[in-house]
């Protein structure tokens, strides 16, 4: 079997060029797709994805605006704090914020929390209190100063729920 040139692999191999309606097609789709993609980045948000920027990966926080941490919390009923989130009851803290205005329609809802809790470690002390809290830590140049804030943003009582 004999190498064969460049030159020589050109002429065998048959190429076939591209016909001047089939690049202005191809022209024009490339187009649209650059359009569209700079339109959803200058204008878009993430629900336009893929054709606009996810916010998380595409701005940047103010170093000096604080940071909110959100936790869910029960009480029992000798007063002491049980971590609900952080996977506690299968449940991350990124998936339950992004259920956090359903939360603040029905609290009821963290009544469930409690219940899987409940399921999970059944010799601990019964739960008489769900609460959702967030925790405001302020930033100077990026860094915590110390200082932090807790706001109760939805309080249930279990020993009220029918």
């Known amino acids: 079997m ?3 040139s460049t030159a020589e692999r050109a002429d065998v191999t048959d190429v076939v060029p591209l016909s001047r309606a089939s690049r202005w097609v191809r ?6 797709v650059f359009a569209v993609v700079m339109t959803g980045t200058v204008w878009g948000d993430d629900a ?7 916010r998380m990966y595409s701005t940047r926080a103010d170093p000096n605006a604080p940071v909110v941490s959100t936790r869910v919390v029960g009480l029992t009923e000798s007063g002491q704090e049980v971590r609900l989130s ?6 991350r803290r990124a998936e339950f914020e992004g259920q956090l205005p359903r939360m603040q329609a029905r609290p009821e809802l963290l009544g469930l ?7 999970r470690h059944p010799e601990a002390e019964p739960l008489v209190e769900v609460h959702v809290v967030q925790r405001r830590f302020e930033l100077v140049d990026g860094q915590r100063t ?15 729920t029918p």
Do not use: N, R
């Open 113 to 119: 929390l409690a219940d899987t809790y409940a399921e």
């Open 146 to 160: 110390g200082e932090f804030t807790d706001t109760v943003v939805i309080d249930h009582d279990l020993e009220q």
């Open 27 to 32: 022209l024009a789709v490339s187009a649209v």
């Open 48 to 54: 336009d994805f893929p054709f606009g920027p996810f």
């Open 86 to 91: 952080g996977g506690e009851v299968g449940l």
């Open 2 to 4: 004999s190498q064969l």
